[in-house]
């Protein structure tokens, strides 16, 4: 990039902007080299500035969320990486309406809505990512998706435009959406619920909290579930039946806990993470003749 062009970048009129930033703590996986710029802008008119700007000057441009099903190259993000965080979070209720913007985390969201005696996202109020990526994979847990709670979402398209889209509109499906399709980037979310008893909806959050935690191998960096679920089938089964519990290529592992998730036990490479993954799809194929698609995005160089 240009010198001036970085120099205008940095220059915060976007947001908070920095160089070179290593984006393994800007994932759930631990994993992802330097980004050439990270921007965390706070308010709409900054990502639509810097979306045009990018647009104009020619940039590779970037959305990352909570990063919780992202696994980042060894080398990085060039161009222009915008984090949507806590950065951009806020969370309202009107009613039974619950808008959060695309960098609240479900499960503050999904807290918001339990607080003022909603029920509906109970079930996915364990998810860790942030409502944009929710939304953009249609992310679900235990017969929940997006698609049963959501009433409306808006989205920037790539050429800095606002639109908000209905339900319908959205076109979600398993792990699908209008704006995955379109690299739209989701900027805010209403999801309409239903009212509740207060006592029956946080039994029911503690009930799917300690069933997460029980199952799942919450204390270790991972990105959650990492292939998507084959037709007729469970992955977890699949990679458990094949011996695969516990298997580890370096720093990267199946987890001895919940198979369908791989792990970083200690500073696993990008790298370590793709060849382990490319193994358990060839065990997979070669024992079952079933093909592993992952659910997890990987993204740079």
């Given amino acids: 990039m240009d010198k001036t062009i970085i120099e205008e970048l940095l220059g915060n009129k976007f947001g908070k902007a920095r160089e070179n930033v290593m984006l393994n703590k800007y994932t759930t996986f631990n994993i992802g080299g330097p980004a050439d710029i990270l921007v965390e802008p706070e308010t709409e008119e900054q990502i639509s500035s810097l979306v045009k700007f990018c647009n104009e000057k020619e940039i590779p441009l ?4 909570k990063g919780s099903n992202l696994l980042i190259k060894d080398k990085g993000i060039r161009g222009v990486v915008i984090a ?12 039974n309406i619950v808008t959060a913007q695309a960098g609240a985390s479900l499960r503050n969201t999904s807290i918001k809505s339990f607080e003022n005696n909603l029920t509906g996202m109970e079930a996915v109020s364990g998810i860790p990512g942030s409502v944009g990526g929710a939304i953009i994979m249609n992310a679900g847990a235990y017969g929940t998706e997006m698609k049963d709670i959501v009433k409306s979402v808006r989205c920037m398209h790539r050429d800095g435009e606002i639109v908000e889209y209905t339900n319908e509109e959205m076109d979600f499906s398993y792990r699908h959406s209008l704006a995955s399709e379109n690299e739209y980037v989701v900027i805010s979310t209403s999801f309409e619920l239903k009212e509740g008893n207060k006592e029956e909806i946080y039994a029911a959050f ?17 990105a959650g579930s990492t292939f998507k679920r084959p037709e007729g089938h469970y992955a977890s089964k699949l990679i458990d039946d094949a011996g695969l519990r516990g298997f580890t290529i370096d720093k990267a592992q199946v987890s001895e806990k919940h198979c369908g998730f791989l792990i970083n036990i200690d500073d696993a490479t990008c790298e370590n993470m793709l060849t382990l993954i490319k193994e358990v799809q060839k065990r997979i194929k070669d024992d079952f003749g079933v093909t592993l698609e992952t659910e997890v995005k990987i993204i740079g160089e």
């Fill in 206 to 222: 503690e009930d799917f909290d300690y069933k997460r935690s029980s199952r799942q191998p919450l204390d270790r960096h991972s």
């Fill in 84 to 95: 949507l965080r806590e950065n951009f979070s806020d969370i309202t209720v009107d009613g």
């Fill in 62 to 65: 970037t959305v990352i969320g």
